[in-house]
């Protein structure tokens, strides 16, 4: 696998949200390997930091959600959150699943897929700065990080990326409703970031073709019906983040057919 997000060669590039996360829990390594089976191009991955410091891979800000357990992220140690069950919320033949760590998920599938990181920030500067740096040193055990995207809704927290490592691909985040940006590509550009990601929100041919212009690769999350992908292949995306990456390839596959040639 030698997938580039520098250079990826071909679109629009499959990237299954919180690994395959329609058909096994998301953000477990079951979810990542399900991508990999489902021939996704890339995975994409929440992390936080716990009270330890440890890179946590999970969406929210605390386990209720997705395990048996109570607690914020924040609050916890890595010990303590390795006890919980994080499969049988979703069906209990993943009962079992644990919240895994960014290195256990690099460790199973680097070299596998395209890694997407989406680092979610936390309330202080000061934890942030450590998940950053934490971040960047357990990349520094890889030779080649060309399959890594580093990317966030929070603008501070790619800029310490950038300030530390020139080479690293990174993906600005766009939501309104997360982070009102007045001129997104512009503010993508600033940033050095070769990504923007889109919601579904704000996708639009305008914006796509703002992007291009000025060599800006454009994702859109999170695509999970014909509908919404026909839309966004309409607008020529360079990426699309789906749940079921399967069935979205599936589905591309039949688009691209009965488009005219
Ligand atoms: O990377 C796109 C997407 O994951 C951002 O939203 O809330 O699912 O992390 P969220
Ligand atoms: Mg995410």
Redesign the pocket.
């Known amino acids: 696998m030698n997938f580039s997000w520098h250079n990826p060669n071909f679109k629009p590039i499959i990237i299954a949200?919180?690994g395959s996360s329609a058909s096994a829990p998301e953000n477990t390594i079951a979810s990542f390997l399900k991508a990999v089976e489902d021939q996704s191009d890339a995975i994409?991955l929440?992390i936080r930091i716990s009270l330890d410091h440890h890179l946590i891979v999970i969406?929210d800000k605390s386990i209720n959600r997705t395990t048996n357990g109570r607690g914020y992220i924040s609050k916890l140690n890595l010990d303590d959150i390795k006890r919980y069950d994080a499969g049988s919320w979703f069906d209990p033949q993943y009962a079992g699943e644990k919240i895994p760590t960014l290195s256990e998920v690099l460790n199973i599938c680097k070299g596998k897929v395209g890694i997407?990181i989406?680092i979610?920030a936390e309330a202080d500067n000061r934890t942030d700065a450590i998940l950053v740096k934490n971040c960047l040193s357990e990349l520094k055990r890889y030779r080649n990080n060309d399959d890594i995207l580093i990317?966030s809704?929070n603008k501070k927290i790619l800029e310490k990326i950038r300030e530390e490592n020139s080479n690293i691909s990174l993906g600005y985040?766009y939501?309104p409703i997360h982070n009102y940006l007045r001129n997104p590509v512009k503010q993508t550009m600033a940033l050095g970031a070769g990504y923007l990601?889109v919601s579904n929100r704000v996708v639009g041919k305008r914006l796509v073709e703002e992007a291009h212009d000025v060599g800006v690769r454009v994702g859109v999350?999170?695509v999970n019906t014909l509908n919404q992908l026909k839309k966004v292949v309409q607008f020529n995306v360079d990426a699309i983040?789906t749940n079921d990456p399967s069935r979205t390839r599936q589905m591309l596959e039949d688009i691209n057919k009965k488009a005219p040639k």
Do not use: A
């Open positions: 949200h919180r994409e929440d969406h997407n989406e979610k990317s809704f985040l939501d990601n999350y999170t983040i």
